[in-house]
């Protein structure tokens, strides 16, 4: 049986931990098992509930009023729910069950009915992207079973979008890679696609094979900007990882997307550092970091 730590459930609903643990301890919201650490554990019901209280509470609906109500008056209380807001908030939940779930068919028909209501780029930074960064699919180099089952269906449909954009309209030419044994695929592949929708010409090489491949890679491409992921914690690994790639062409801006740090450090004049892939963050980090 599929169990969940709390620190899962505050990722997945993005209701903070403490928060659950008061709905828990007040409204006897969920009811937790506990494993030989005292830790609470929670079943994939318990998630249900929770992600159906979190959209219900978000649209105005108060905690004392939902907690106990059965599954199937807050499902019907959802179906009320019009606003977009809401409509992306259910849809999103719903892939995030039929992940843990295994119901493929029902991921692909969410995802699709979604693509087909906002257009590819809304849902992109309004559902796959938080549905990639709650399920840490963004991160993870070795996936669970369900996350090995829904990541292809994902990456095809970014695949296919991919090819139906127009050609590059802008002058700025941007290289993605991987390297270090990094393996974050998919984060590359969604960084393409926003870039490509911007406008940007991107040549996308994955894993580098090694810094002397990527260096002569840059040599001859001359791009006017890198893009890489690295998550590791500030140290002397990711300063060594950073030095390596910067070393033979220091002034070419790099964006490091890293999942401990978001800033730029005296020490890199040229790199940025930021924790997502959000939009917001994205059209920062190339209005500072490209000319």
Avoid at 7 to 26: M, V
Avoid at 78 to 85: I, S, V, Y
Avoid at 120 to 128: P, Q, R
Avoid at 259 to 278: A, D, M, P
Wanted: aromatic share 6%.
């Amino acid at each position: 049986m599929k169990l969940f730590t709390i620190k899962q459930l505050e990722d997945l609903s993005g209701i903070k931990a403490h928060t659950i643990r008061i709905w828990e301890q007040r409204y006897a919201l969920v009811c937790p098992q506990r494993n030989g650490l005292n830790a609470r554990l929670y079943t994939l019901e318990e998630l249900e509930r929770l992600l159906l209280v979190t959209v219900l509470n978000r649209n105005g609906v108060r905690i004392s009023i939902i907690a106990k109500l059965p599954k199937e008056v807050l499902l019907r209380q959802l179906d009320e729910l019009r606003t977009e807001e809401a409509l992306k908030h259910k849809l999103l939940h719903r892939l995030i069950m039929a992940l843990y779930r295994l119901d493929t068919e029902r991921f692909t028909n969410t995802l699709c009915a979604a693509v087909l209501a906002w257009g590819t780029d809304d849902v992109m930074a309004t559902i796959i992207l938080p549905f990639a960064e709650r399920t840490g699919l963004l991160w993870k180099t070795d996936c669970s079973p369900e996350e090995q089952v829904v990541l292809p269906i994902i990456s095809q449909k970014i695949s296919t979008a991919l090819q139906d954009l127009p050609a590059a309209h802008k002058n700025s030419t941007v290289i993605l890679f991987l390297c270090g044994g990094y393996r974050h695929d998919f984060m590359l592949l969604v960084q393409q696609y926003m870039l490509r929708k911007q406008g940007y010409h991107v040549i996308c090489i994955g894993t580098a094979s090694s810094h002397t491949h990527l260096q002569s890679i840059i040599e001859n491409c001359q791009p006017d900007f890198l893009f890489t992921c690295l998550n590791i914690k500030p140290g002397a690994r990711l300063h060594k990882m950073i030095t390596n790639i910067t070393l033979n062409h220091p002034c070419i801006p790099l964006l490091v997307v890293n999942g401990y740090s978001e800033q730029r450090t005296k020490e890199y004049e040229h790199v940025s550092f930021i924790k997502n892939l959000s939009y917001t963050s994205r059209e920062m980090a190339l209005s500072a970091s490209i000319p």
